[in-house]
């Protein structure tokens, strides 16, 4: 089945560190992959969804200049957080889809970021 | 009315008992469903996927849609404690070309 790899999967780095997150799809082509985030005890907020070649697109009240997100090649997506604060400690899951859009999302295995 | 509804829970049901998951969607247009499962602290991972009405069984796992009534369900035949963690429902709405998924249920399975 489809393979999204995502990398680290834990951080735990001082406030004001920037952080980067990666999201490949190893087995097929993406052109659109998404952004999680998720607190504890509570569901899935998609943060943005980024597709290939152009700008991402952010969810209302997600910063777009605090969560920088390229996504340069058909199978991988970066997400950095920058100037990190604990507010933003969270897990943090990106998903990918094939090119067919109906497809189902496949999930990479989240990264927990921790801000001290 | 959500875009995706789910009765958040916890539903608690017996070992070997069949345990049902609900999901109701708002855009009747849609027409891709999904249903995922995530254990605390992971992420979520696919189970099934179920796109025309009726149903659509994977081994203990049988899905159930009916789109006139926006309805897309999920039962667990022989429910296992390993069953037990939040299941997911995503509908690919047709109107803005996004999937949505539902809060979620969470199911305990009690040995």
């Known amino acids: 089945g489809a393979v999204v790899s995502q990398h680290p999967s834990r951080v735990i780095c001082k406030s004001g560190t920037s952080v980067k997150i990666e999201c490949r799809s190893l087995?097929?082509?993406?052109?659109?992959m998404f952004w999680y985030r998720q607190f504890p005890k509570q569901s899935l907020m998609l943060m943005a969804t980024?597709?290939?070649?152009?700008?991402?697109?952010?969810e209302q009240g997600v910063e777009k200049d605090k969560f920088l997100i390229n996504h340069a090649s058909l199978t991988l997506s970066t997400l950095t957080v920058t100037s990190a604060h604990p507010e933003d400690s969270s897990f943090y899951i990106c998903s990918a889809i094939p090119t067919d859009n109906y497809q189902p999302q496949h999930f990479g295995d989240g990264t927990r970021l921790s801000i001290l | 009315q959500k875009e995706v509804e789910q009765n958040s829970g916890p539903l608690s049901v017996p070992e070997g008992a069949i345990a049902s998951l609900n999901c109701t969607y708002s855009d009747r247009g849609s027409q891709s469903f999904f249903w995922y499962r995530q254990y605390s602290g992971k992420s979520p991972e696919l189970i099934m996927s179920?796109?025309?009405?009726g149903d659509k069984e994977d081994g203990r796992f049988t899905a159930q849609l009916n789109k006139a009534s926006q309805y897309v369900s999920l039962l667990i035949r022989d429910s296992q404690p390993s069953d037990s963690a939040t299941y997911l429902c995503?509908?690919?709405?047709?109107?803005?070309?996004?999937?949505?998924f539902g809060k979620g249920t969470r199911l305990h399975i009690l040995p």
């Open positions: 995503a509908v690919h709405m047709n109107r803005d070309d996004k999937i949505i």
């Open positions: 087995d097929f082509q993406a052109t659109t």
């Open positions: 179920i796109y025309s009405n």
């Open positions: 980024s597709n290939e070649g152009s700008k991402a697109t952010y």
